[in-house]
């Protein structure tokens, strides 16, 4: 009998190459994503902030091959999940759920909130799961160039808003997009809102990349340009920025405490909060005088009204996406919480506080290991949070978009800066070994 022997070494060897090669490539294709979404992303902010959406889900879809991958879910993608599951439950008696859409019909499908809520949040979750994965080298470039587009693009629309939007709509005429100027103008505005969300992990970024100097140059521009474009939401949540990135910064344990029993009380206790305080203020909408500014008054009025519908239907809320077809609310109720409230009830109420309670959680975690990133990580949900509070709807997918870029961007930030820290470590430890 003959034996004969087989080497399959070369064979090992050559299947080792492959794998290797293919992850190098996979891994080259998660970069790119990442270069070409923060080289867009400040771009969007003044052009078409609308696109974040877009962008986001066009950039979890090139990263879906990470769904096939097993991996532990997270706490926070499950209390997500719970809540579009809850949501999709009150759709079914909500006023807003459209009985005969046809789906051949682009406008009548994407009026279906319920659906767009299934496809955000399996294409920005893989957006995120993917920049947890982005190589601490091409991270760090990724955060430069958004950093200084993103200082160009504050200078632009500093500048702009002075000279009364003429570059603004001049883009317009370009592309044959022209408005009402009264639209155009308050479209410009319009770019503050990701600038204030992105100006404390942003200007951390860049005093991480080769130019920190233009680190306090960037916070500066982005204070300026969301003073000049006179939104009262954005400079708030500019000042609770700053706080929040003090106050975890600095405040170890007890500040994170802090802000997980803040977002509790906001998102339990606003409806009671909106009562006491308009019935003590006794403020309405002939009380402009009073507030400052019609817009305040109008808030005021819009918040006692969504006030009193929750009181009718605490528990189960009135569905889905109805405070679009509620007679006295433009769209939504121009409050998070109490849009939460309105219509997902308390067990929507209770979702929302949770996973805001969980975010700080991990903002605790990453605060041991870097402070200075926990601030900023806090200062953007901070900011994130008033301008909840104040403007937009909680289902908006530009909105929802900006906050995924956001926590991509942070991720990036933490995964690059932890490689970092070990380099320097080991650096530390050479001449200990020699």
Not at 177 to 198: C, F, G, H, N, T
Not at 241 to 251: C, D, E, Q, S, T
Not at 318 to 324: K, S, T, V
Not at 392 to 417: H, K, P, S, Y
Request: aromatic fraction near 10%; include cysteine.
């Amino acid at each position: 009998m003959t034996v004969v022997m087989l080497d399959i070494a070369p064979l090992r060897a050559w299947t080792l190459a492959r794998r290797h090669s293919a992850a190098r490539l996979l891994q080259r294709h998660r970069d790119g994503v990442w270069l070409v979404s923060a080289g867009i992303s400040p771009i969007l902010a003044f052009v078409a902030s609308m696109g974040f959406a877009a962008t986001v889900a066009l950039a979890g879809l090139l990263y879906a091959p990470f769904l096939l991958r097993q991996r532990r879910m997270s706490p926070g993608f499950a209390m997500l999940g719970v809540l579009l599951i809850w949501g999709l439950i009150t759709y079914s008696w909500s006023p807003a759920l459209p009985l005969h859409a046809d789906f051949s019909k682009y406008k009548q499908v994407e009026s279906i909130t319920g659906l767009k809520l299934v496809f955000e949040f399996a294409l920005y979750g893989t957006f995120f799961l993917g920049a947890t994965r982005i190589t601490p080298k091409n991270g760090r470039r990724g955060l430069t160039l958004f950093g200084v587009l993103t200082l160009a693009i504050a200078a632009v629309a500093f500048t702009d808003a002075l000279d009364g939007g003429r570059v603004y709509v001049g883009l317009r005429e370009l592309f044959h997009q022209r408005i009402r100027s009264d639209l155009e103008l308050r479209d410009l505005d319009r770019v503050s809102y990701p600038l204030a969300v992105w100006a404390a992990p942003l200007t951390l970024a860049m005093t991480r990349s080769r130019w920190p100097r233009l680190a306090p140059v960037l916070a500066v521009a982005i204070f300026l340009a969301c003073l000049a474009l006179g939104k009262d939401a954005t400079v708030a949540a500019l000042i609770a920025a700053l706080a929040a990135y003090l106050l975890v910064r600095y405040g170890g344990k007890k500040a994170i405490w802090a802000c997980m029993g803040a977002c509790v009380l906001y998102f339990t206790l606003a409806p009671l909060a909106v009562a006491l305080v308009l019935d003590h203020v006794h403020l309405a909408a002939n009380g402009a005088q009073q507030v400052g500014k019609v817009s305040w008054a109008a808030r005021l009025d819009i918040w006692r009204l969504t006030e009193q519908l929750v009181e009718q239907k605490p528990f189960t809320g009135w569905g889905l996406d109805a405070a679009r077809t509620i007679q006295g609310i433009p769209l939504h109720p121009h409050n998070a919480a109490l849009q939460i409230w309105l219509e997902l009830g308390l067990p929507g109420a209770t979702i929302a506080a949770m996973l805001f309670t969980w975010i700080f959680y991990g903002i605790g975690e990453l605060q041991t290991e870097d402070a200075e990133m926990a601030g900023a990580a806090a200062g953007a949900v901070a900011a994130y949070l008033v301008i909840g509070a104040l403007s937009f709807g909680v289902w908006q997918e530009w909105w929802l978009g900006l906050g995924a870029l956001t926590a991509g961007m942070i991720a990036v930030d933490a995964v690059a800066r932890v490689n970092e820290r070990a380099h320097a470590v080991k650096d530390d430890l050479l001449p200990l070994l020699d």
